[in-house]
Structures are given as C-alpha cells and as structure tokens.
Nanobody, 125 residues
C-alpha cells in the first residue's frame, strides 16, 4: 500500500520559515518525481514545486521562486520543501504527490499517481 505522509506544517509569522517533509512508503521512491501543491479555502489545488527522481532538476511556481526550495533524500524515501520568507498568501494546506511524468508535465495535478493528505500552513501578518 502506497502512503505519502506530510509533516512540518504549523503557524508562523510573516517572514518566518518552515520545512515540510513528505515521507513515502510502498513505492520505489527513486523512480518517481515528487511535487508539492497547495490549496487554500475556496481555491483549486495549485502547483508549488517539483523535483525529478534524481533531484538533479526542479521547477517552481513564480510565486515561490527564490523563497522555497524542494529537495529529496532517496535513501530516506522522503521529499522536503524548505519555505523561507513566508507571506500570509502562502497560507494553505500543502500536499505532496508522486509522479512518473517528466518535469515538463509535473505542474499538472492529473499527472500525479499518489497524494498525501496534506499539512496545514498558516502565516500570520
């Protein structure tokens, strides 16, 4: 059974930092690209960042570029999202997903085979 479990969310003041983790099991982690998405109340799930299976390439939404960093540790079957300089508009539930699509398709929700249940990130002003 494939499981993706996000952790590391919480309440932080604007300008602060959080590091999200996505621990996986039941899949061959090194064969999957990983992505982070977020969903605010009343809005659609939106792309945040993605990384290739090797960790050699990554992609970011313009809204987080320069502030967020995606990474992975294939030995630990875990992906990460380091979030710095957080803004109130970053408030959302953050989800990780696993995909076998190439990086060029990794901004699309439908390309992801597996999802976690999400972790809440709240940024106060």
């Amino acid at each position: 059974q494939v499981q993706l479990v996000e952790s590391g969310g919480g309440l932080v003041q604007a300008g602060g930092s959080l590091r999200l983790s996505c621990a996986t099991s039941g899949l061959t982690f090194r064969l999957y690209g990983m992505g982070w998405f977020r969903q605010a109340p009343g809005k659609e799930r939106e792309f945040v960042a993605a990384i290739t299976w090797s960790g050699g390439n990554s992609d970011y939404a313009d809204s987080v570029k320069g502030r967020f960093t995606i990474s992975r540790d294939n030995a630990k079957n875990t992906a990460y999202l380091q979030m710095n300089a957080l803004k109130p508009e970053d408030t959302a539930v953050y989800f990780c997903g696993a995909t076998q699509a190439g990086l060029g398709q990794s901004r699309r929700v439908v390309q992801y085979a597996y999802w976690g249940r999400g972790t809440q990130v709240t940024v106060s002003s």
